[in-house]
């Protein structure tokens, strides 16, 4: 099959390709901006600071910087542990939201070669995710104290309230949507060219190995043209 006959198949077939397309489009559209609920992201940094250890440490500085990545790596898991989850919800008052939701709404990153630790909380609440973050750090300092019995929990910042959601995206699922429509629709155009092995031109009998013996012109019955081989 050359380009010119591609071509010809598509053109056969545009009324799918179209109608295709459209309704993956507007399900997209649909999804996007009604189904779908959005989620709002936001984060804040604090810095795990000096501790006694290090203060009495009379080791190198590269013993120094393996025990703050390891006490930011320590914090990191402290952050979404039973305590300080169940602290944040106490605090926040969060009765419709248990332990392993709050969990999972939790994301810490300690950031590599320093001492910043990075807390993202997401939430269908850009107020919620807020209070979240805020609280997240402010009970992970004092458990930290509680556990460690020293404060090394420095704030660097507050989270703040998050103006517009990171998921949904309608732009882009729309358009990713309207070119899977395309491709789709374009394939099973060709599936159901292939598929067809009716004939209807003289190309299609030569296509089988047969001779044409004749063919009567375009006429007209009943107000229809007909051609008929």
């Known amino acids: 099959m050359d ?7 598509l053109r056969k077939r545009v009324t799918l390709i179209i109608l295709i397309t459209i309704i993956s489009t507007l399900t997209s559209a649909v999804f996007s ?40 790596k320590t914090y990191a898991k402290l ?10 919800i106490k ?8 332990q392993s939701e709050l969990q999972k709404m939790i994301v810490v990153t300690p950031d590599e070669d320093t001492q910043f630790l990075t807390i993202t909380v997401t939430s269908k609440d850009p107020k919620e995710a807020m209070d979240i973050a805020n609280q997240a750090a402010k009970s992970l300092k004092e458990v930290g104290v509680k556990v460690n019995k020293v404060d090394i929990v420095k704030f660097l910042e ?14 882009r699922n729309i358009a990713i949507a309207f070119l899977i429509g395309i491709i789709f629709s374009g394939g099973l155009a060709f599936l159901l060219e292939y598929l067809d092995n009716t004939i209807k031109t003289k190309e299609d ?24 081989w």
């Open 205 to 228: 009998v030569e296509a089988v190995g047969l001779p044409v013996i004749g063919a009567i012109p375009l006429v007209t019955i009943d107000d229809e043209d007909v051609m008929i």
């Open 158 to 171: 507050e989270a703040q309230l998050p103006t517009k959601p990171i998921s949904p995206k309608p732009i």
């Open 91 to 98: 605090k926040l008052k969060l009765k419709s939201i248990s």
């Open 3 to 9: 380009l010119k006959d591609r071509f010809l198949v």
């Open 33 to 72: 901006y009604f189904v779908v609920e959005p989620k709002y992201k936001t984060e804040l940094s604090v810095i795990i600071g000096k501790s006694e250890l290090l203060e009495n440490n009379t080791g190198n500085n590269l013993e120094n910087v393996m025990v703050y990545q390891s006490l930011v």
């Open 79 to 88: 952050t979404t542990s039973r305590s300080v989850l169940e602290d944040v």
